[in-house]
């Protein structure tokens, strides 16, 4: 690993552990980011328990933080169509904010319809991808990477599932 030496990449704090935890109050972006740059982080990486708040992305941006990404590790394939459409929503908030802040990079969940195999899953996940997440990532100049996961309704959990969904159907996806 010669071609390494010296290489040293930039590490980011994933807020979510610092705001979901059970018994412990949420700190708000501004706190995280503050800790993170003291504790030697090169930034963060907001999950979906953070508040949208633009001036709060200022703040941490302020105080030296990175926004490397955002995150949303929901099931958007949900088989309730009420929780189905709040993490659709989600998504797309999410998606036009990070257009909007700047933020290069949104990791999502691909989702998952409950019962069904994950190859059977494929038309619609890529339905939901090419029709709303990537025209959303195309105009705000994000990169879009899926999460691999197999615990959020998933189906990008496997290289098999991986080739199918990124060499065949999105190519413009990533891990």
Same mark, same amino acid.
């Given at each position: 690993?010669?071609?390494?030496?010296?290489?040293?990449?930039?590490?980011?704090?994933?807020?979510?552990?610092?705001?979901?935890?059970?018994?412990?109050?949420?700190?708000? @972006?501004? #706190? $995280?980011?503050?800790? +993170?740059?003291?504790?030697?982080?090169?930034?963060?990486?907001?999950?979906?328990?953070?508040?949208? #708040?633009?001036?709060?992305?200022?703040?941490?941006?302020?105080?030296? +933080?990175?926004?490397?990404? $955002?995150?949303?590790?929901?099931?958007?394939?949900? =088989?309730?169509?009420?929780?189905?459409?709040?993490?659709?929503?989600?998504?797309?908030?999410?998606?036009?904010?990070?257009?909007?802040?700047?933020?290069?990079?949104?990791?999502?969940?691909?989702?998952?319809?409950?019962? #069904?195999? $994950?190859?059977?899953?494929?038309?619609?996940?890529?339905?939901?991808? +090419?029709?709303?997440?990537?025209?959303?990532?195309?105009?705000?100049?994000?990169?879009?990477?899926?999460?691999?996961?197999? +615990?959020?309704?998933?189906?990008?959990?496997?290289? =098999?599932?991986?080739?199918? @969904?990124?060499? #065949?159907?999105?190519?413009?996806?990533? @891990?």
């Amino acid at each position: 690993m010669a071609h390494f030496a010296g290489f040293r990449p930039p590490i980011a704090f994933h807020t979510n552990i610092l705001t979901i935890f059970p018994g412990f109050q949420p700190w708000s @972006l501004p #706190k $995280l980011a503050r800790w +993170a740059v003291e504790n030697g982080f090169a930034g963060l990486e907001v999950g979906p328990a953070v508040p949208l #708040k633009a001036a709060d992305f200022a703040e941490a941006r302020r105080i030296g +933080a990175t926004i490397f990404s $955002l995150t949303y590790g929901r099931n958007v394939l949900a =088989a309730d169509p009420d929780e189905r459409a709040i993490h659709q929503r989600n998504v797309v908030e999410r998606l036009r904010f990070a257009g909007g802040e700047g933020i290069p990079l949104v990791v999502l969940a691909t989702g998952r319809i409950p019962g #069904k195999s $994950l190859r059977a899953n494929l038309p619609d996940v890529v339905e939901w991808f +090419a029709e709303t997440v990537l025209p959303l990532a195309r105009a705000g100049n994000i990169t879009v990477a899926v999460e691999n996961c197999p +615990a959020v309704g998933n189906i990008a959990t496997s290289p =098999a599932m991986w080739h199918e @969904l990124f060499d #065949k159907a999105l190519p413009e996806l990533m @891990l």
